[in-house]
C-alpha cells in the first residue's frame, strides 16, 4: 500500500469512529426509544419501565418544571422500584392531601445540572470515594462507584443502583435506578 492510499485509509478509519461516536444513539429506556432533542418529561412518557414515575410527576405538579430549560440531571426510579416500598405507600403519596410529600420525595431525584455518569466518576473519585449529591429537593445523596456502577446511598440509607447511565435529554441527562431515593422525614 502506497503512502497517499495509506493516509486515506487512516483518515476514514478516524473519520468513522468520529462519526460514529458523534451520532451514538441514546440507550433505550422501558422499550422506547429516547431522543436527545426532547426534553425529560417528552421520553419518560414513552418508557413502560416509568408510568408510575411520570404519574407522580403528573401528581405533583412537576411537569412544566421538567419540561423547562434546565439542565436537570434526574435519577429516574422504574415502576419495579416504586413497587419495593412498603403497600400503599404510592397510593398515599398520589394522593392530593399528601402533593408536598410526594414533591419532596420527587425533588430528591433531581439535582440542577447536567451530570453524566463520566462527571460523577470523577467527582466521586476526587473526593477519594464518596461525593454529596444536593438535590433541588434539598435532600444530600451519597454518591459512589461499586464495581464500575454508580451507587446512591440517600438520607435514610437506601441504596440505589444507577442500572442504564447517560440517557441524553435536550435539557440534561437521566440515569435510571432500581430504587427510589427517600429523604429524611
Known sequence: MNKSAFRTLALATVLSVVTANAFAANPKVGGAAMYE????????????DHTTLVAAVKAAGLVETLQGKGPFTVFAPTNEAFEKLPKGTVETLLKPENKAQLTKVLTCHVVAADAMSSAIEKMIKDDKGTHDVKTVGGCILKAKEMGGKITLTDETGGVAHVTIADVKQSNGVIHVIDKVLLPKM
Open 37 to 48: 432533542d426532547k426534553n425529560i418529561v417528552e421520553n419518560a412518557v414513552n418508557s413502560k
